[in-house]
């Protein structure tokens, strides 16, 4: 273990624009931020030209562990996490069992203490009937509720239940919104598809839109704290600005705002279907809006590995979903350089708005104090993304082939380095995520 880094004269943006300054770490926090730093440091980390910036905190993944682990695990999804310059994660509650318990979430944050490189945390799922377990569980991610099913057995839609959980909820409750009898309509009225352009019309625009509805009704007769995950169309965000409500939030995945359909289905066939889908061009362009104007408050991946194989098959019974985790930030910073985006914007979505959205202690920042979770950008580097490169179990990526600009060169997590180039060092472990009151 490594016990003190300086950084020397490493460029970073802070809240007075971008400086260069001496950042010196010890015992995984950040300690001194200065000109120049004369103390002693067991590591110097001397790239003047490489940017440092926050750890990416991504708090929505899947990583199948426990049940699911030929498609990724806590050791795997974490390794190709820290490739992608992510050092913190949430994890979602659809794994083998699901996380519905305490004692099921205890049994998870000991496997990632034992496996996961990275920081960690979990959300809890909610069933019809584990209101006690949702409550009493302590320092978790928040409460996930498929109000719409999708991977896995989750499922909360009548209404009772939503609004027992909304009550009493004292954490956010985070939501994966799609309605459930409408797509059970959608299902009946295309059975016997097998064209995967279908699963636009199956997951339609319509259900999202009376989910969200559902949900924001009872999120401002409730004011509990919703967060809504993977934001897909331009009717929910116009619907979401019309209610106004301080107590929601919201997220949109990279591939939500890179694909569109049709193309996304042509190309790439069922490697695109996830859920929700991935939808027409305007409301891609709506997404985009919504972040830079502050609508959507971060970007998460969703990363939802399955293996090629499995995505194969011919729809519907390909699963939905996709890889992200390791994609994300290299695609993001394309997005920088081509003038898309500013870094600022980027360290927004990626960094600080995990951190206030979920009340996360000590990270997002560099600043004085907070956890030494960091990593180092070459901007300027060119690569191209490649399911050969891939790290996830899943083996593939619906990137395969892009050209990106930007990308993480070493990752640190509580001031050690997980990752450097093309090496891991896996003597490291990740902590568990510090989450403070949410409501
Ligand atoms: O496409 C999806 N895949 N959407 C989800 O909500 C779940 C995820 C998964 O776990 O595979
Ligand atoms: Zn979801
Ligand atoms: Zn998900």
Not at 69 to 97: I, Q, R, W
Request: glycine share 6%; proline share 4%; with cysteine.
């Amino acid at each position: 273990m490594i016990e003190s880094t300086l950084f020397k004269g490493i460029s970073f943006l802070s809240s007075q624009g971008q400086v260069q300054q001496d950042v010196l770490v010890k015992d995984g926090k950040i300690v001194l931020i200065e000109p120049s730093i004369k103390e002693h440091a067991e590591q110097i980390i001397n790239e003047p030209g490489l940017l440092l910036m926050p750890g990416v905190i991504d708090p929505h993944v899947h990583f199948r562990d426990p049940g699911a682990t030929h498609k990724e695990d806590l050791y795997s999804g974490p390794k190709a996490a820290a490739a992608g310059g992510v050092t913190s994660f949430f994890e979602m509650p659809n794994t083998k069992p699901s996380t519905t318990t305490a004692a099921l979430m205890d049994d998870k944050k000991k496997l990632a203490s034992q496996k996961s490189l990275i920081n960690y945390n979990f959300f809890i799922g909610a069933t019809e009937d584990n209101i006690d377990e949702l409550l009493n569980v302590e320092n978790v991610a928040g409460i996930k509720i498929y109000v719409g099913s999708s991977t896995g057995s989750l499922l909360v839609d009548d209404s009772e239940s939503l609004q027992r959980i909304f009550e009493k909820a004292n954490k956010l409750i985070a939501v994966h919104s799609e309605d459930e009898a409408t797509i059970k309509r959608n299902l009946e009225t295309y059975r016997g598809s097998s064209d995967v352009h279908d699963h636009l019309n199956i997951r339609s625009t319509e259900a999202a839109l009376i989910c969200t509805k559902r949900l924001l009704e009872l999120a401002k007769r409730t004011q509990s704290r919703l967060h809504i995950c993977h934001l897909t169309s331009k009717d929910e965000l116009d619907l979401i600005n019309d209610y106004a409500l301080k107590n929601v939030t919201t997220e949109v995945s990279p591939q939500h705002l890179l694909l569109n359909a049709p193309d996304c289905y042509e190309s790439l066939g069922t490697l695109s279907q996830i859920n929700p889908p991935i939808r027409e061009r305007y409301h891609t362009d709506a997404l985009i809006n919504g972040l830079k104007n502050e609508q959507i408050s971060l970007i998460a991946t969703d990363h939802a590995p399955h293996t090629l194989d499995e995505k194969l098959k011919q729809f519907p019974n390909a699963p939905s979903g996709m890889p992200g985790i390791e994609t994300s930030l290299p695609l993001l910073l394309t997005l920088v350089n081509k003038g898309r985006f500013s870094l600022e914007q980027v360290i927004k979505w990626m960094c600080e708005g995990p951190v206030a959205c979920f009340n996360i202690q000590n990270k997002g920042y560099i600043k004085v104090g907070y956890d030494a979770d960091l990593v180092l950008i070459d901007l300027k580097k060119k690569h191209q993304l490649s399911n050969k490169k891939t790290l996830s179990k899943a083996g593939w990526t619906a990137f395969d082939g892009w050209n990106c600009e930007g990308s993480s060169v070493a990752t640190f997590v509580n001031g050690q380095m997980v990752f450097r180039e093309n090496d891991f060092f896996e003597d490291i472990k990740g902590k568990e995520i510090f989450v403070g009151l949410q409501r």
